[in-house]
């Protein structure tokens, strides 16, 4: 099977350039069938550039995209009635009522479902006959997110959807979508800086940094290779166990260090040389500012 047939979304060597400012710097990435895919990152860190290169709404200055097997700037398209956004913001005539909304996306997708369309939104308790304009934040994420989802998607992007959203309706929306890919396998393409919500969902994580991919692995092995280190000792001792730092600082009389390629034999070998060490495990917040924070890597 080629690479086309097993990917969602292909890019190579993208860069995106705003004058001498480069935004994007030769990355490349792959998402994927069937995987939730999250691109993380702070702000500024060029995420919000990839995605419009990779949904066609900017070309790049260098590199090539494929959605679905299908170069995006030839098939953009065919290509949009096979992808379903939900925007950071949402946003829609506020005078138009829900149902007219809903109507008119209808005339453009050739595989629209009415009635998901309808029970997703009777789940979410909006009336379709409330004007858009009237709707609460999250109500207008979840309308976002109930019409690209009634198009039937093979590829969901979400740009940061659970931007400004109370923890119940962030918690619905990630619900919806596990949901959904568990009934049609459709794969999942989050930004987001909700970083708890999203470990709960990922296959994938993805780090952007100054442009840059820094990190791109399946979240169990991310998770598994980085611990917190507490240690008594001098913080260069670190490296006579063979244990690569991210990130290294004084915690009370000692050092506190994550390190990203954790081992057991290896952290046994440092602790007999440090005397006292004790080792934790890292949520993805946690792992996410060690990578992606101001701090320089050091080791």
Not at 24 to 35: E, H, K
Not at 71 to 91: Q, S
Request: charged share 25%; hydrophobic share 45%; with cysteine.
């Amino acid at each position: 099977m080629t690479d086309s047939q097993t990917s969602a979304l292909r890019a190579e060597n993208v860069t995106v350039r705003y004058g001498s400012r480069v935004a994007v710097d030769a990355l490349s990435a792959t998402v994927d069938r069937g995987t939730v895919y999250a691109l993380l990152g702070r702000n500024g860190a060029g995420k919000s550039s990839l995605v419009r290169c990779l949904l066609g709404q900017q070309k790049p200055a260098a590199g090539t995209i494929e959605l679905l097997g299908r170069d995006i700037w030839r098939n953009r398209k065919p290509l949009m009635d096979r992808i379903g956004i939900v925007p950071e913001e949402a946003d829609a005539p506020p005078d138009m009522k829900v149902s007219e909304i809903a109507a008119f996306c209808a005339r453009l997708y050739s595989r629209w479902d009415t009635a998901a369309l309808d029970q997703r939104l009777r789940r979410f308790d909006i009336m379709q006959s409330a004007r858009f304009g009237e709707l609460s934040k999250g109500q207008k994420k979840q309308v976002m997110l109930a019409l690209a989802l009634a198009m039937s998607p093979e590829l969901l992007v979400l740009d940061d959807p659970t931007l400004g959203l109370d923890v119940v309706a962030r918690k619905s929306l990630f619900e919806e979508v596990i949901a959904e890919m568990a009934d049609r396998g459709i794969t999942v393409l989050i930004t987001t800086h909700d970083l708890g919500g999203v470990e709960m969902i990922a296959d994938r994580i993805a780090i952007m940094r100054d442009g840059r991919l820094v990190l791109d692995e399946e979240i169990d092995a991310l998770k598994s290779r980085f611990r917190r280190i507490r240690y008594a000792a001098a913080p260069l001792l670190l490296a006579n166990g063979n244990l690569t730092a991210a990130s290294v600082r004084a915690w009370g009389s000692g050092t506190e260090a994550v390190v990203s390629n954790y081992d057991e034999i290896a952290f046994e070998r440092f602790r007999s040389s440090a005397g006292t060490a004790e080792v934790s495990p890292m949520s993805l917040e946690e792992i996410f500012i060690a990578v992606a924070g101001e701090g320089e890597v050091r080791s």
